[in-house]
């Protein structure tokens, strides 16, 4: 774990994206995803030279998936430096669109929010955490692998992780 992120967890906000600023996280999920080296990721094979023509299929569609999802801003003092959303159901917690700005990586960020995720996911009485993620994102496999998510299953582009929350007594 990054010596800096406990330091730096004490000054992350998390806050409820507000109806005026659904456009703002779909374009912030877009960009941070897009500075993925591995663009395949975004693309999922399109290539590269339609790029810029994907944004607005890629926002629309995203607004279209997160109708049923809650959006959250992660914040470090005034920067907006990464995003998430989430899915409840009855036994689970699912998580989607978990990025971080390039420059506030491997810090811990994406750390935190999974420690709060976990968190809540106690709180609530669920018995897993899951996401999908792509096969080829390795810092995504990285992350999810060293905060105990387990593969439970693979499709053709992605893994599903879980992570089962230990009860409390
Ligand atoms: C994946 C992502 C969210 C990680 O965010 P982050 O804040 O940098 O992650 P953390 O600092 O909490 O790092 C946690 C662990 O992830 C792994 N990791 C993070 N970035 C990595 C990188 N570039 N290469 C390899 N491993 C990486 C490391 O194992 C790290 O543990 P360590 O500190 O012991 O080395 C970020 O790279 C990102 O936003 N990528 C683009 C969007 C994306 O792919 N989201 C995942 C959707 S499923």
Redesign the pocket.
Known sequence: ??TNYGKLSRFLQISPVKNTELLLFSLLVFN??K??KNKN?LLLGIPEIVNPLIIVPYIFKLGFLNFRRKRYFVRLKNHLV?TFSIVEASNSIHIYS???GPQ?????????ILSCLEAQAIRKNKTWLE????KT????L??YT?FGFIKIQESRWFFLFRKLIRKSL
């Open positions: 774990m990054n941070f995803f500075t993925n990721i990464g978990l990025t971080v506030w990586r491997k810090l811990g960020i994406a750390t935190f996401v999908s993620v792509h994102n390795n810092p995504a990285r992350l060293n």
